[in-house]
């Protein structure tokens, strides 16, 4: 459980964290295709759809990875996982009886500020992994693990709502989330031993970061800001322009979720150490912006889908 400290090896120390990214992911993607249906259903506007479905999500997620990162340095990743997981397990379950959009839009702000699994995942991987290739190997694993959950959750989410409804969603994801959590509790280890942590703390020049960590830290924000408006505001243009439903909606989140876990398995590892994780992240960030400033003009269902699956592929290489 985190306890003697033996050699590392990264490829077993870190299995059992991307199943964690995995099944919490999996809750979370579940519930993307019914949100904006039980939004309208409230006779809710079409800014407070965009809310509850994920923007106000993506809000709390800003402010939770701060803090979780934070603590995590603190007290260690494992029980800052261990939390994250039970708070979303939480707000799962609110969501079961929400009456009002205002009271989803809460529901949903806490499962964001709770739902602090992948950046401290990704601390992990900083933890143990010191090769910048190997590095960039074992955080596209992190990311296909985050695009499998958004491959099969949507399906998934469709899958109950048409069998027993869209509350019953909520019931699942409470239930696959809480298995995460048991899960993680019994298989995950501790990273960032006492060691380390002292010897940061000893460091007088620990804040002095370079140059290059600001902008990455920056155009990660732009990233996740770009990704979080689109999941936002692709269910409002899908279902007036395209006349889409659950179904729909869930087999299109499914496509973009194949498309980010096939190009972080086969190719992100491959790309960076061709070129480099500078160029990758600028030639990823040019094509991102293309694809998102030609899709308001593209009026073809399959024209559109196609377009969208290079921003939710390459979204992740900054």
């Known amino acids: ?15 059992p964290a991307y199943i964690t990214v995995f099944i919490d992911f999996l809750g979370y993607s579940s519930t993307v295709v019914i949100l904006p249906y039980i939004s309208i259903e409230q006779n809710a506007t079409a800014f407070e759809v965009m809310c509850a479905t994920t923007g106000i999500f993506y809000a709390g997620q800003i402010v939770g990875s701060t803090i979780m990162g934070y603590v995590s340095d603190k007290i260690g990743r494992r029980p800052v996982i261990l939390m994250s997981l039970l708070g979303c397990c939480v707000s799962y379950i609110w969501c079961i009886y929400v009456q009002d959009v205002y009271e989803l839009m809460a529901a949903r702000l806490m499962g964001g500020i709770m739902g602090g699994t992948l950046p401290v995942v990704q601390a992990m991987v900083l ?34 709502n048409e069998k027993f409804g869209k509350r019953a969603v909520f019931v699942a994801t409470a239930l696959i989330t809480c298995a995460c959590s048991l899960y993680a509790a019994a298989k995950l280890t501790e ?18 970061l370079p140059r290059e ?22 269910p409002l243009f899908y279902v007036p322009l395209f006349d889409w439903r659950a179904k729909e909606l869930g087999l299109v989140a499914t496509a973009f979720g194949v498309s980010m876990a096939i190009n972080n398995i ?20 040019l ?8 899709s308001p003009v593209i009026r073809s269902r399959v ?11 390459l979204g992740w290489y900054v």
């Open 1 to 15: 459980m985190g306890g003697g400290r033996g050699p590392l090896d990264p490829s077993v120390l870190l299995f």
């Open 127 to 160: 933890d143990v992994v010191k090769d910048p290739v190997e590095r960039a190997g074992c955080l596209s694993r992190v990311n296909a693990s985050f695009g499998m959950a958004f491959a099969v959750g949507p399906a998934l989410g469709t899958l109950i």
């Open 191 to 208: 990273t960032n031993f006492s060691e380390s942590k002292s010897r940061i703390h000893r460091n007088p020049n620990h804040s002095s």
């Open 213 to 234: 960590v600001f902008i990455g830290a920056l155009a990660m924000f732009a990233t996740a800001y770009a990704f979080s408006a689109l999941t936002s505001a692709l």
């Open 266 to 285: 086969l190719f992100t590892k491959r790309i960076i150490s061709s070129i480099g994780p500078r160029l990758s992240s600028v030639a990823a960030s």
């Open 287 to 294: 094509l991102t912006a293309t694809a998102v400033a030609l």
């Open 303 to 313: 024209v559109h889908v196609v377009g969208m699956l290079v921003p939710f592929a």
